[in-house]
C-alpha cells in the first residue's frame, strides 16, 4: 500500500487508514462526512480513540456521558476543534446534530485503559511555531494534560506559501532521549479548497525520497524518515496529525543540515 491515499469523494463513514497499512503497527483513522440525523456506533475493542470535530455539530455518547451539539467552527479553519476521547474496550454513538458535520475517527492500540473525556475549543493549547516563511500555529488537542495509553492528537495551520514541520525532523528510531519511534498520520485540508500542499518524505540515505502533491481530506502515512511540509502559493495550509508509539514522550531528531533553522 502506498504512503498516499487519495480521497475519492465518498460521504458517510470513511475507512481511509487500517493498522498495518504502510508498516503501521498501532494506528487507524476513520473520516466521517455524515449529514444531520446520520449516526456512527463503534465498539472500540484494543484502541483507545479520540474523535476530532473538523466541522459541524454533533453529540457523542460514551461510557454514560453525553455531550451535547460539540463543535462550534464551521470549519477547521474557524478556530479551535472540539474533541472526545474514547478508552479501549468501551463504545460510542456519534451524531451529526445540526446540518453537516465532519469529523475525524482517531485510533491507536493500547494495553492501558482511561476514563471517557471532553476536550472544549478552549481546552486546545495553541503554539505559535518557527519564524519567517516556516511560522505555523500548533494546536495541541489530546496531549499530556488528558489522561491516554500512547495516543497524541493535533492539528497545524500554515499560512499562504509557508512551511511547517521545518526543519525537517523524524521519529522513528527508539533511542531516548536522543529520539523516540513514534508512527504517525497526516490528514490534510486546504483553503480555498481547490488548493494544495507538498509533502516530503525523506531519509538520510535518500532510500526513501519522495514528495507527494496533496490535496483537500488526503491523508500521508508516516512511518519512517524526515516529512516537512509546504502550503501552496495563495492557500492556507492544514494538517490533523496523530502520533503513537511506546509512550507520549516524543523526542524528535532534527536533520541536522537544516538544524540551523532553530538558531535563527
Known amino acids: 500500500m502506498s504512503d498516499y491515499i487519495k480521497y475519492n469523494g465518498a460521504k458517510g463513514h470513511i475507512p481511509v487508514v487500517k493498522a498495518g497499512d504502510g508498516g503501521l503497527r498501532l494506528i487507524s483513522f476513520d473520516l466521517l462526512l455524515l449529514d444531520e440525523g446520520m449516526e456512527y456506533s463503534e465498539d472500540t475493542g484494543g484502541s483507545e480513540v479520540c474523535i476530532v470535530i473538523l466541522g459541524g455539530r454533533a453529540t457523542v455518547s ?40 465532519e469529523a475525524a475517527v482517531l485510533r491507536t492500540l493500547t494495553d492501558e485503559k482511561f476514563a471517557p473525556a471532553y476536550i472544549s475549543p478552549d481546552m486546545v493549547n495553541i503554539v505559535h511555531r518557527g519564524k519567517d516563511n516556516w511560522s505555523r500555529t500548533v494546536h495541541d488537542i489530546l496531549d499530556d494534560r488528558t489522561p491516554a495509553g500512547n495516543m497524541l492528537v493535533g492539528e ?22 536522543i529520539e523516540t519511534d513514534h508512527e504517525e498520520i497526516y490528514f490534510f485540508k486546504v483553503e480555498p479548497e481547490q488548493g494544495f500542499q507538498l509533502i516530503r518524505l525523506y531519509t538520510d540515505d535518500y532510500s526513501l525520497n519522495t514528495t507527494y502533491c496533496v490535496e483537500q481530506n488526503d491523508t500521508v502515512i508516516i512511518k519512517q524518515g524526515y516529512h516537512p511540509v509546504a502550503a501552496g502559493p495563495g492557500y492556507k495550509g492544514y494538517y490533523l496529525w496523530l502520533l503513537a508509539g511506546k509512550s507520549r514522550k516524543i523526542c524528535p531528531r532534527d536533520d541536522p543540515r537544516h538544524q540551523w533553522l532553530k538558531d535563527t
Open 62 to 101: 460514551c461510557g454514560g456521558n453525553t455531550w451535547e451539539n460539540i463543535g462550534v467552527r464551521k470549519n477547521v479553519f474557524d478556530g479551535p476543534g472540539a474533541g472526545v476521547y474514547v478508552p479501549r474496550d468501551a463504545s460510542f454513538t456519534f451524531k451529526a446534530s445540526h446540518g453537516y458535520v
Open 156 to 177: 497545524t495551520f500554515s499560512p499562504p506559501g509557508n512551511w511547517s514541520s521545518a526543519p525537517p525532523h523524524r521519529h522513528d528510531v527508539e533511542n531516548p532521549p
